[in-house]
């Protein structure tokens, strides 16, 4: 478990670009971990770094392409949280496939603490970058048919570790995710300022050159 974690609760739904923004700026400015639940202005979806834009499936849909790998989501119907935690930490030192590991089982835990049973996915063929709730990878979230529910993206920077997660069910409370990540939780309310989120959303992640770059 994390030593310390500041609870964000995104209170204002934001479009793709904007959404990813965000992220990039807790990447690039947070001294301490910090959990962020958001949410999304409507019909939006996103797709990994990795992921070709020609793999899209043809849903009514504006796509944005994430800064971390996965799959692609359909945001119209889940809960999604990002996490990142600083350089330094133990977390943020592990291998990929641990800190997946970690990550997801805090989330099984607030699940199951909240009534919904789930447990993590075992070994499987590494997925080609379809749509995430698709096919599960190891140490993604199942229900307890053994369909996925909870899967996500990372990305390692020399600041730290990204983790944008998405549950495809009945989420658990944020608290109680936040709970199971750490020992001690500070709920925070975070201004990001509005010219670098602006910039970031306008320049980048808003941009055709960075959608469509693969």
């Known amino acids: 478990m994390l030593p310390r974690l500041q609870l964000w609760i995104d209170p204002v739904p934001r479009e793709g670009p904007e959404n990813m923004a965000v992220d990039q700026w807790l990447a690039e400015t947070s001294r301490v971990p910090v959990l962020r639940p958001y949410r999304w202005?409507?019909?939006?979806?996103?797709?990994?770094?990795?992921?070709?834009?020609?793999?899209?499936?043809?849903?009514?849909?504006?796509?944005?392409?994430?800064?971390?790998?996965?799959?692609?989501?359909?945001?119209?119907?889940?809960?999604?949280?990002?996490?990142?935690?600083?350089?330094?930490?133990?977390?943020?030192?592990?291998?990929?496939?641990?800190?997946y590991r970690v990550i997801h089982a805090a989330v099984v835990a607030a699940l199951n603490g909240a009534g919904i049973p789930a447990r993590l996915a075992g070994p499987a063929a590494p997925a080609a970058g379809g749509e995430c709730f698709i096919q599960p990878v190891e140490h993604d979230v199942l229900d307890a048919e053994g369909r996925k529910i909870a899967g996500a993206g990372q990305r390692r920077t020399a600041r730290g570790l990204l983790h944008q997660g998405s549950v495809g069910c009945v989420p658990p409370a944020a608290e109680a995710l936040a709970s199971e990540l750490s020992v001690e939780v500070d709920l925070v309310s975070l201004e990001p300022p509005p010219e670098v989120i602006s910039n970031l959303a306008g320049e980048r992640y808003g941009k055709e050159g960075w959608t469509f770059r693969r």
């Open 41 to 99: 202005t409507e019909g939006w979806g996103s797709f990994g770094y990795f992921v070709k834009h020609a793999d899209l499936p043809p849903k009514d849909l504006r796509w944005v392409r994430r800064w971390t790998g996965g799959g692609i989501v359909d945001h119209r119907a889940d809960w999604t949280y990002t996490l990142f935690i600083p350089r330094g930490l133990e977390l943020a030192e592990a291998r990929g496939a641990e800190s």
